[in-house]
């Protein structure tokens, strides 16, 4: 079983859709988790770290389930900019600061 | 503020040769990971680099080496390239005992 699990995709989506991924981690000691998002042949980027209660930003929405070890985006209003890969990270060692890494989501927003 | 910086962009080598990356962290950070990331793949973790020693190693052999020096730059060494070390390298720079960290724009190593 792989440590971090996501669904590759592609999502395919309209512009204005809402759309949601989630991610699944395997270490129950893991510490902290993140979202970043990956264009084509570009470097990973920060999208937003991922807390217990739940942050927002903007159209992005994360929440973090440690009974069920889940991760979950919400992108409300998808724009065609949206489009790219999301990684779904976990940091299993905070002093560490190891980053594991899902194998990425796909999303393609359509016009 | 300049960000992370890796050097070169891209790379070809031949199987059983030995290749250099380089890494500039971004100012003020201390810490330089590194990670490869294959075609489709997210990226895996080789090890990570504080106070000029390796803290923290993945999954990968002996081959892989690195070093930081006393500015915080890292360099990645791999020794007797295989073909299936073709990938992108991404340096990530941090602070230690913050968790977040910045990638640079990565080397692309193709092994002919």
């Known amino acids: 079983r792989k440590e971090v699990e996501q669904d590759p995709g592609p999502f395919n989506v309209p512009e204005g859709a809402t759309v949601a991924f989630n991610c699944t981690y395997s270490?129950?000691?893991?510490?902290?988790f993140f979202w970043y998002r990956q264009d084509c042949r570009k470097e990973p980027k920060l999208l937003m770290s991922?807390?217990?209660s739940g942050n927002e930003d903007g159209r992005f929405t994360a929440q973090l389930n440690r009974a069920s070890q889940y991760i979950s985006l919400l992108i409300r209003d998808s724009k065609l900019s949206d489009s790219a890969t999301y990684l779904c990270v976990v940091n299993q060692n905070n002093a560490g600061n190891m980053l594991t890494f899902g194998g990425g989501t796909r999303l393609m927003v359509k016009p | 503020d300049a960000g992370v910086t890796q050097s070169p962009t891209h790379l070809i080598k031949t199987r059983g040769q030995q290749v250099t990356l380089r890494c500039s962290p971004k100012?003020?950070?201390?810490?330089v990971s590194w990670y490869q990331q294959a075609l489709g793949q997210g990226p895996q973790f080789i090890f990570q680099?504080?106070?000029?020693?390796?803290?923290q190693r993945g999954n990968f052999p002996d081959r892989f080496s690195g070093h930081q020096f006393p500015n915080y730059s890292s360099e990645l060494n791999v020794n007797a390239l295989l073909l299936g070390d073709s990938a992108l390298y991404l340096c990530?720079?941090?602070?230690?005992?913050?968790?977040?960290?910045?990638f640079g724009p990565g080397t692309r190593l193709t092994v002919l």
């Open positions: 680099y504080y106070e000029e020693e390796e803290r």
């Open positions: 270490n129950s000691a893991s510490q902290s």
């Open positions: 991922v807390y217990s």
């Open positions: 100012s003020g950070h201390d810490t």
């Open positions: 990530a720079s941090s602070r230690q005992g913050w968790n977040e960290q910045f």
